[in-house]
């Protein structure tokens, strides 16, 4: 059973930083793709970085690039998200995500992906 667990989420001022981290249980690290989506109120669930723990490509939506780093430690089965100069549109609940491959260019898709965590809050007040 494929488990995805994030953490790191809170409330940050803008201009902050803020690490989200998701551990994984139940398969080998590294040979999954895997990625980050947010979800604020009312809106879709959105891409925002995607990496390739195999290849070790990486994407980001244009509206975090530069500001947001997403990277992986085999050794300790955990992918992260470093968010700095945190923005209020950046608050929105925070999931990691996996599948077995993705095609880089559907990175962003949701459903380009089977396995989900529970969810993070970031909360950035301006």
């Known amino acids: 059973q494929v488990q995805l667990v994030e953490s790191g989420g809170g409330s940050v001022q803008a201009g902050g930083s803020l690490r989200l981290s998701c551990a994984v249980y139940?398969?080998?690290?590294?040979?999954?793709?895997m990625g980050w989506f947010r979800q604020a109120p009312g809106k879709e669930r959105e891409g925002v970085a995607f990496?390739?723990?195999?290849?070790?490509?990486?994407y980001y939506a244009d509206s975090v690039k530069g500001r947001f780093t997403i990277s992986h430690d085999n050794a300790k089965n955990t992918l992260y998200l470093q968010m700095n100069s945190l923005k209020p549109e950046d608050t929105a609940m925070y999931y990691c995500?996996?599948?077995?491959?993705?095609?880089?260019?559907?990175?962003?898709?949701?459903?380009?992906?089977?396995?989900w965590g529970q969810g993070t809050q970031v909360t950035v007040s301006s």
């Open positions: 995500a996996a599948a077995s491959w993705v095609y880089g260019g559907r990175w962003y898709k949701p459903n380009e992906y089977n396995y």
């Open positions: 139940g398969y080998a690290y590294g040979s999954y793709d």
């Open positions: 990496i390739s723990t195999i290849g070790g490509s990486t």
